[in-house]
């Protein structure tokens, strides 16, 4: 059955605010596009013709990085609560963090939020991600979960940047001891970065196997996935999603 989208995806308004970015990782295209950074008013207006259909569940939010980290973050807070004012449903916001990020967004309305580790082989996100922090965005994500409380904080983890299995599994036995969700997210090779990094994207057997893997870690330490209520849990689109696609 194909579902159709609302914004992005099924019964959800998935928005951009920010499709330009400071940072320059490898794998990614936006710093590429440098793309145009979305108003509280044209967010208002797209999330009104998805509501004005009926099957509009959540709203989330995702950003790059137009000048700064805390200017992101304090511009994204600021239309959660333009938001809160004019809908009942709960907002899910995935953007870089910061020292106060966790704050701001769950005082804004937040509901859930997540933060892209991208890899958790050290070695790897230097080379990738060179202008940020592993350590950082790690500490961003253990106290997300003292803020938002567990099976509320998500992070990517990208599949196919040269990680091997093992590393895979104790990344995400780091992330879902502190209460994090991994999400294991297989690499889309992009044009505008060929040449600069060798990606594959993982096959069937790959991303069946990590997947029961990670479900299985999941129902160790108590998270489930399904109750993910924002972002990419419920929309399945890019995963394959622990106890929804793989029970």
């Known amino acids: 059955m194909l579902e159709p989208p609302l914004c992005h ?32 008013a044209t967010v ?29 973050v304090r511009r994204v807070a600021a239309v959660v609560r333009s938001l809160t004012r004019e809908y ?18 769950y005082a804004a309305g937040a509901s859930e ?7 958790m082989d050290p070695g ?10 592993h350590a950082y965005v790690l500490n ?22 040269g990680e091997s299995d093992a590393s895979v599994r104790k990344g995400v036995e780091t992330l879902t001891e502190m209460g994090v969700i991994p999400i294991l997210r297989p690499i889309s090779p992009h044009p505008l970065r060929r040449g600069e990094i060798d990606v594959a994207r993982p096959d069937a057997a790959r991303l069946i196997r990590l997947g029961v893997m990670l479900r299985e870690t999941l129902d160790r330490y108590g998270l489930r996935a399904d109750r993910g209520r924002t972002m990419c849990l419920p929309c399945t689109g890019c995963d394959l999603t622990p106890h929804r696609d793989i029970l």
């Open 9 to 40: 995806c099924p019964e959800q308004a998935y928005i951009t605010l920010s499709e330009r970015c400071i940072f320059n990782c490898r794998f990614c295209p936006v710093p590429k596009l440098q793309g145009v950074v979305k108003d509280t």
């Open 113 to 119: 939020v997540k933060y892209n580790v991208e890899t």
């Open 44 to 72: 208002l207006r797209m999330v009104d013709l998805a509501y004005a259909t009926g099957s509009l569940s959540a709203i989330s939010l995702t950003s790059g990085v137009a000048r700064s980290p805390d200017d992101e």
């Open 124 to 133: 790897i996100f230097a080379r990738v991600c060179p202008e940020l922090s």
């Open 88 to 105: 009942d449903l709960p907002i899910g916001v995935s953007v870089y963090p910061t020292s106060a990020s966790s704050e701001e967004l």
């Open 140 to 161: 961003a994500l253990e106290h997300a979960v003292d803020i938002f409380g567990r099976n509320r904080v998500t992070s990517n983890v990208i599949l196919g940047l």
